[in-house]
């Protein structure tokens, strides 16, 4: 059997708050492997995105190990950990974070210049991926004159920039009408389909009912059902 690529051990993340503690995340073990569309689902407050962090080596653990691709990245320093996210996980977002002072493109080309990858290459890179989620007519236009589905889309192109093996995406339907959140979960199928380990974190049951196929987690007071 395959080793997963990412894999949570009794994983924990507690804040404190003087007298007092918070156990956003309390002794989370899950391994998820190559490929697989994985939903974490749960209510506002039920700890989904302290999970999502840790997952994707934003944010370190209080206690257990995290490990990608057999990495123990949670004993690892911010700058080694920077260049390993920076190479391995894509991140959308759902209000988009992308920069208004940007175009499109630019908005793309980004996560490459901390790769250091020429400024011929991002730009080649940049609308190729693009025009993989249908956006070459928007090349040069800036976030503040696209749709919302259309931001998401060049959000969804960003998380590409430097081919990584997973992507993460945090409510990425949430600012969505139906139909344009339909449209991007098809685009997280087609990216699935072309070898990436997608996952998923959202409160929308809708989403999760699409499919039958895909591994589903339930989040519920900081401890995984």
Do not use: C
């Amino acid at each position: 059997m395959k080793n997963p690529i990412i894999s949570l051990k009794n994983v924990w993340k507690i804040y404190d708050m003087g007298d007092s503690k918070i156990y956003a995340n309390s002794d989370i073990s899950l391994d998820i492997y190559e490929n697989e569309v994985v939903f974490i689902i749960g209510k506002s407050g039920s700890g989904k995105s302290t999970l999502l962090n840790m997952i994707g080596s934003l944010d370190y653990p209080s206690r257990g190990k995290i490990f990608l691709d057999g990495i123990n990245i949670s004993t690892l320093k911010e700058s080694d950990l920077a260049q390993i996210r920076g190479k391995k996980i894509g991140f959308v977002f759902q209000s988009f974070n992308l920069i208004n002072s940007m175009t499109a493109l630019e908005n793309v080309m980004l996560p490459m210049t901390f790769q250091e990858i020429p400024r011929e290459e991002k730009i080649l890179r940049g609308k190729k991926i693009l025009a993989k989620v249908d956006m070459t007519h928007r090349l040069n236009n800036l976030p503040t004159e696209l749709s919302g589905g259309e931001r998401q889309r060049v959000a969804v192109a960003r998380s590409l920039a430097n081919d990584p093996e997973v992507i993460i995406a945090d409510e990425p339907t949430g600012n969505l009408d139906t139909k344009t959140g339909k449209m991007i979960m098809n685009l997280f199928d087609k990216i699935n389909k072309e070898g990436k380990t997608v996952i998923i974190v959202t409160h929308d049951l809708d989403l999760v009912k699409r499919t039958s196929e895909h591994k589903i987690y339930n989040l519920v007071d900081g401890k995984l059902k």
